[in-house]
């Protein structure tokens, strides 16, 4: 499925800045998705693990990339996949 551009920016950010840290941010599942976001789509069996991930740790989002779970929240696609997530579930 595509994905928004913002959304593939945020995983792209996200796998650079989490070499920043020394005990990497994201777990196994959550680089699996950056990498798979980063080329522009998801597959239609991670959509329902993303829109759950990106729901639970909405409160840890804020506008820069210095928290450790704001690196994994838009690894995960951020508040542009949330959004258009939550859009395609309305339909």
Do not use: C, H
Not at 4 to 12: G, L, S, T, V
Not at 76 to 91: C, E, T, V
């Amino acid at each position: 499925m595509p994905i928004p551009k913002a959304a593939q920016m945020n995983a792209i950010k996200a796998l650079k800045d989490r070499e920043k840290y020394k005990d990497k941010p994201m777990t196994r599942s959550g680089v699996i998705t950056a990498k798979q976001l980063t080329t522009g789509f998801y597959s239609k069996d991670r959509e329902s693990k993303i829109y759950s991930f990106l729901s639970r740790t909405k409160a840890a989002q804020n506008k820069n990339f210095t928290d450790r779970r704001q690196v994994a929240y838009n690894g995960w696609g951020g508040d542009p996949l949330l959004k258009y997530l939550k859009k395609k579930r309305s339909k």
